[in-house]
């Protein structure tokens, strides 16, 4: 998400124009004085006269050099990783599973949740909702591998960084194995405590990138950085708001998380995160509530219906309201209505063709959970193949060939929805009385 200052907007498109028409070279010497030299492969500089002669370097070999930089900046020990080269696909594929943006599992249905929820078209695919841009390598936190694309021939500036954020996530998993932790979390059913560990990763990784960035590459190669992301995003089609809520949520949360760690604490207090993980995502969008603010533990709901079988279950968590909340109706809405969250159950039922999700969800005040809920039918009525509301005994029914139901008693929140409206009805019959 990029933000710029009124004049900066004019800057940006000027500079993604002359993207299109030259190269970075060419680009950066209309835009910018000579600083220096300009290469798009990491190297070494010999200076024999006034005008200085580059030599490109393997930029395997430079891999060293860089971990040396997280050593100094991160202030953790690091060796380098093993290493490993698969294809340019491979490494898209891997890194798009470890950093969670993949949303694949089960196609089938992966696919049926977000065609319910409308985020994606009734005949798309998972894979049409992701488009990332090539790049060097990543971390496999599974195998304690750095990945490196095959052929690699050069680092450009924007590579530096990438590899720089993915051997800072290798530094803190060696000092702190958040990936085990992260995956006790998730075999605990807590996603959203996972999520919000990993938002904590990737936020100290860009952090700290940011300072590599500007401390050690010189005002020529932090430009190419710019040039080289505009032409990506170019590159790039527009993500639904449910995906782009989730490829923010390290770079830019996570990472305001951690400044403001480090503005009360200094890199040690990151360092004392890790060791006393956030429990929620809403912590990682609220630092002021880390740590006290711990999560309200919610009985998940009890259902048994016929022919349905339970595929996922655990705490939702704010993460995953705003991302549901991301299309459909105004950010500030959405922002509203995920603020407050106090803690979540959630199940999540499938018969082969149809979902059903069940969220019980606690407000921190009952305008919260009142808040939420009104704005949840909103949404439902404009994502969802349903209808206007009608009453419905606590709530709002919406039916049409989708179904949903949304009711709030004090602090507390029932929502349903379901991709067939027979079946939505009868688990929302579960709940009568109460609801």
Not at 65 to 85: F, G, H, K
Not at 326 to 341: E, F, H, N
Not at 371 to 379: K, N, P, R, S, Y
Request: glycine share 8%; hydrophobic share 40%; with cysteine.
């Amino acid at each position: 998400m990029k933000r710029f200052i009124p004049m900066g907007c004019a800057l940006a498109l000027a500079l993604s124009l002359a993207a299109c028409a030259g190269s970075r070279d060419e680009i950066t010497q209309e835009f910018l004085p000579d600083t220096g030299p300009t290469t798009t492969s990491v190297s070494t500089t010999v200076t024999t006269s006034s005008t200085p002669i580059t030599t490109p370097v393997d930029p395997i070999a430079e891999i060293g050099e860089l971990a040396s930089r997280v050593a100094e900046i991160r202030q953790l020990p690091l060796d380098v990783p093993p290493i490993e080269t698969r294809s340019a696909q491979e490494v898209l594929d891997g890194y798009q599973a470890v950093t969670g943006l993949s949303l694949t599992g089960d196609d089938r249905f992966d696919a049926e949740f977000l065609q319910m929820v409308g985020v994606l078209e009734d005949d798309g695919a998972v894979a049409d909702l992701l488009s990332v841009c090539s790049i060097p390598g990543y971390y496999d936190p599974a195998i304690g591998t750095l990945v490196l694309r095959e052929g690699l021939s050069e680092l450009t500036p924007l590579g530096q960084k990438n590899l720089f954020e993915e051997l800072t996530t290798a530094a803190t998993d060696t000092a702190h194995d958040w990936w085990g932790t992260m995956q006790s979390l998730s075999a605990s059913g807590d996603a959203d405590a996972a999520a919000a560990l990993f938002g904590l990763v990737r936020g100290d990784a860009v952090f700290h990138a940011g300072q590599y960035v500007e401390s050690q590459l010189t005002p020529t190669d932090r430009f190419a950085i710019t040039l080289e992301q505009i032409s990506c995003d170019q590159q790039r089609s527009i993500p639904p708001g449910y995906v782009a809520e989730l490829e923010a949520f390290g770079p830019e949360v996570g990472r305001a998380f951690v400044e403001d760690l480090i503005s009360t604490g200094g890199v040690s207090a990151v360092d004392a995160a890790y060791r006393t993980p956030p429990q929620s995502t809403e912590q990682i969008y609220h630092p002021a509530r880390y740590p006290a603010d711990r999560p309200v533990a919610i009985d998940p709901p009890q259902l048994a219906v016929s022919g349905f079988t339970e595929v996922d279950a655990g705490v939702f968590g704010e993460l995953q309201l705003r991302a549901l909340l991301s299309d459909g109706i105004l950010s500030s809405q959405a922002l509203q209505a995920a603020t407050g969250w106090g803690g979540d159950s959630y199940r999540l039922l499938w018969d082969g063709t149809d979902l059903v999700l069940v969220l019980l969800y606690e407000g921190d005040e009952a305008r919260d959970a009142r808040e939420l809920a009104e704005t949840l039918g909103g949404w439902a009525s404009a994502s969802m193949s349903v209808g206007s509301g009608r009453p419905d005994n606590t709530g709002l029914a919406f039916e049409g060939q989708e179904y949903a139901f949304v009711a709030h008693n004090e602090a507390a929140m029932l929502l349903v929805l379901s991709s067939d409206a027979r079946a939505g009805r009868d688990i929302r019959d579960e709940f009568w009385p109460d609801w």
